[in-house]
């Protein structure tokens, strides 16, 4: 037995197993069943989303000893030697190798005789949009005067190559690029048909690449198979194609999240040790922060294309995070993403961008802290009057001019009464009121790192007893010393962005 490829061993053969096509396949249904068939199609849309098998399926419907019928018999002479392709009167040609003046006269001479077996004469072109402009002509002859009982089914990846002449000869039926979820439910029933098992990750991944086409996955899974046998997980996957693992975009986002730098960028030099490119990365990572800012806003209708795998990452990683932190960390990243392109060390410019948007996340952090949030009014204030701050520094005074004066403008003292329309300026504000209507201390942000402020790791470190979450700092001591660190840290990230 000779092996087949997937694409050929699992090719729909009606209109019924053809995925995702519905809108083109129940219109041919209906012309074969009520008998009006024209003499032009033309199928367009993307590779590999079915349209020569579809031009075949109605081929066969209608040339079915037992029809013409939109649900073929299969077993028949004419519909089995269409299934293997040798049918008399269904010809294909590759419009790409037989786009010349000659092949179309030496068709138009054919086209002239009654079909030899079938009722119809039927010639699919493949790639029509490749024909020279002589051919088109003398295409349009015959679809000017087409025979009796000849039908020309047209398919093209690019219809604006096609002539207006020809198209408007054509009824025309734009096929899709086949969504993720039917692609991946399709993926997964026929290769456990065949023994083989894709774990979640892999087929968000050979979807991903797919970019819609069936065709292309069917290939990527012959490859896979090849690869790594019958049970994939998505690391063969990623490995074949060179892509980032969603399990890297996540840990790293999460780093970003939790205003953990430093295991964000570690993470990003083991995937760099794995031998990923910073470009690679810097892409991925744009992409994953991107689905997350829709999952974050709620924009459901814009991530149907994202596999449900990594949605289920995307939608932990979400949780509680207000659409603004994932965007004010899409932009710190996008800045970087052209830097990265132009720098002689690109690595440098994505680990700096991932520790700004880190610290940004943990300035937000911090703002929750009731006793901090009380002192950065003042420090606030102060950004307009450095006078108000007591025991103000020098760092404050110095703050960027850009920024300061909003913050004084925009926040009185009472953090809690801000409106939300108010805070759209300046990466603090963003920050600012989401966090304490949505990222109350010890969630998402905070919990994990098991204190009361990652986001002043270093000090906490030497005084174990610090405050705690739940109780407001006294504004004295050690806490008031931190607090104006606190402070000077959070203004001076108005440098970093
Ligand atoms: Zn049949």
Not at 11 to 30: C, G, I, W
Not at 216 to 222: E, K, Q
Not at 224 to 233: E, K, M, R, W
Not at 480 to 485: G, L, P, V
Request: a negative charge.
């Amino acid at each position: 037995m000779s092996y087949l490829v997937f694409a050929r061993k699992w090719r729909p053969q009606s209109f019924d197993e053809v995925l995702s096509q519905e809108h083109v396949t129940v219109t041919l249904k209906n012309a074969i069943d009520t008998g009006r068939i024209g003499h032009a199609y033309l199928m367009t849309g993307p590779r590999g989303v079915g349209k020569t098998t579809t031009a075949r399926i109605f081929a066969k419907a209608l040339n079915c000893e037992k029809g013409p019928s939109s649900v073929p018999c299969q077993v028949c002479d004419s519909c089995r030697s269409i299934t293997s392709g040798n049918h008399m009167d269904v010809r294909e040609i590759d419009g790409a190798s037989n786009r010349g003046i000659d092949q179309i006269r030496e068709l138009r001479e054919q086209a002239r005789y009654a079909a030899a077996t079938g009722r119809y004469k039927i010639y699919i072109i493949d790639e029509v949009h490749m024909l020279t402009n002589e051919a088109f002509n003398a295409l349009l002859k015959i679809l000017e005067e087409p025979p009796e009982s000849v039908i020309f089914i047209f398919a093209t990846t690019q219809p604006r190559k096609v002539p207006d002449t020809i198209l408007s000869r054509c009824q025309r039926f734009d096929f899709r690029r086949i969504p993720v979820s039917d692609m991946s439910e399709y993926l997964r029933s026929e290769a456990s048909g065949e023994g083989i098992t894709l774990d979640d990750s892999a087929l968000g991944l050979i979807c991903r690449a797919s970019g819609g086409s069936m065709r292309d996955a069917l290939s990527l899974m012959d490859q896979l198979v090849n690869f790594s046998g019958n049970d994939i997980h998505g690391e063969d996957v990623a490995r074949l194609l060179g892509l980032v693992r969603t399990d890297i975009l996540a840990d790293v986002t999460a780093g970003i999240l939790r205003g953990d730098a430093s295991g964000a960028v570690d993470r990003i030099s083991v995937s760099l040790s794995e031998g990923y490119s910073v470009d690679e990365l810097m892409d991925a990572l744009l992409a994953f922060l991107r689905n997350l800012l829709l999952v974050a806003a709620g924009a459901s209708e814009s991530l149907r294309e994202v596999p449900e795998s990594e949605l289920v990452l995307l939608r932990e990683l979400a949780e509680g995070v207000p659409d603004i932190a994932v965007l004010n960390i899409l932009r710190i990243m996008t800045g970087a993403s052209i830097e990265v392109r132009r720098s002689n060390l690109p690595r440098v410019t994505l680990e700096t961008a991932v520790m700004t948007a880190s610290n940004l996340t943990r300035a937000f952090s911090l703002n929750t802290l009731p006793g901090v949030t009380a002192r950065l009014s003042a420090v606030r204030a102060a950004a307009v009057d450095p006078g108000k701050v007591p025991g103000g520094t020098p760092g404050v005074e110095g703050a960027p001019s850009s920024g300061a004066p909003d913050l004084g403008q925009d926040d009185s003292d009472d953090e809690g009464e801000m409106e939300e329309g108010e805070v759209d300026q300046g990466v603090f504000q963003d920050y600012g009121d989401p966090a304490e209507e949505q990222v109350p201390a010890g969630s998402a942000y905070g919990a994990e790192e098991g204190d009361s402020g990652n986001g002043v790791r270093e000090p906490e470190e030497e005084e174990a007893a610090g405050p705690s979450e739940d109780e407001p700092p006294e504004d004295d001591g050690p806490d008031r010393k931190k607090e104006q660190e606190t402070s000077q840290q959070i203004l001076g990230l108005f440098d970093a962005v």
